[in-house]
């Protein structure tokens, strides 16, 4: 299987088909299939869940989609995790860059985020996409047409960083708790709320630094980790622990720092525990 090309005929299928149904419904609003939770599944995740058991019914490999039940047959050849939808509301709503995610690991099962071995990742709006695969990571922009080899950037010194701290879904109160003291000194701050975008973001160097402290993201909100660790970057806990080598379970809740310059670390950890 050549995962690049298989992730993309996943992505490319969802994104025909959600581009289908919004042809025919236009902008409705938000369709969480639970009104009173904002975090809830949206109706276009099912559409598109749809959409990859299709593509995927003859793979043999586990299969993990968020928010379904995993499909595991016997003695898989590798294990397949899939965000189908990363920023449904800002899909619903049509703006930002909500994404398809899609990493592979030729284990059974990952026990961390260092077991995946490949992720790719589709900006339903912007055509961008990214990869990792071999040690490298890659970005095509859909604007120039132009496939880049990418490197975070390494930025030092807090007040030099541009910064995407994430206030939406209600939650802004436990991510002010955490990073106040971080909005008073960076450089610049941007969200578009949806993990997969930003974390690529940051591997191509247009960001340096993503905070969740919510308790609103999952582990599949990080399986474009593999794309991040490529270009130099790397994923901590707000503790400093580096979550590559975590255990993790992806159906849980975690909050996380990505950062461009893993250096940087120490500084960061220091201003929200101040």
């Not at 299969?63 to 397949?80: R, V």
């Not at 002010?176 to 160097?205: H, M, S, W």
Request: glycine share 8%; charged share 25%.
């Amino acid at each position: 299987m050549d995962k690049l090309i298989q992730s993309r005929r996943i992505a490319y299928s969802i994104r025909d088909k959600l581009v289908e149904e919004l042809s025919k419904a236009g902008y409705i609003g938000d369709t969480n299939l639970d009104s009173t939770d904002l975090k809830s599944h949206h109706s276009i995740d099912k559409v598109a869940t749809k959409v990859i058991l299709g593509e995927l019914r003859k793979t043999n490999a586990a299969i993990y989609i968020e928010g379904e039940a995993p499909i595991i047959p016997d003695k898989p050849a590798c294990s397949i995790y899939i965000d189908p939808v990363d920023g449904s509301l800002n899909w619903d709503r049509g703006v930002g860059d909500p994404c398809i995610a899609i990493a592979i690991s030729d284990n059974e099962k990952i026990n961390c985020l260092n077991d995946l071995n490949f992720a790719y990742v589709y900006g339903l709006r912007s055509g961008d996409e990214y990869w990792a695969e071999k040690g490298c990571a890659y970005y095509f922009c859909n604007l120039t047409q132009n496939t880049h080899k990418i490197n975070a950037a390494k930025t030092s010194g807090i007040n030099n960083m541009v910064a995407y701290f994430r206030t939406g879904y209600g939650m802004a109160k436990k991510q002010l708790q955490k990073t106040l003291p971080l909005f008073y000194k960076v450089k610049d701050i941007r969200a578009i709320d949806n993990a997969g975008i930003e974390i690529c973001e940051i591997a191509r160097g247009a960001s340096d630094l993503m905070i969740e402290a919510r308790d609103g993201s999952d582990g599949f909100n990080l399986i474009a980790y593999p794309i991040l660790k490529a270009a130099g970057g790397a994923l901590f806990s707000l503790d400093g622990l580096d979550l590559g080598l975590q255990s993790i379970k992806l159906e849980h809740k975690l909050n996380y720092i990505a950062l461009g310059n893993p250096n940087q670390i120490k500084k960061i950890i220091e201003n929200i525990n101040n």
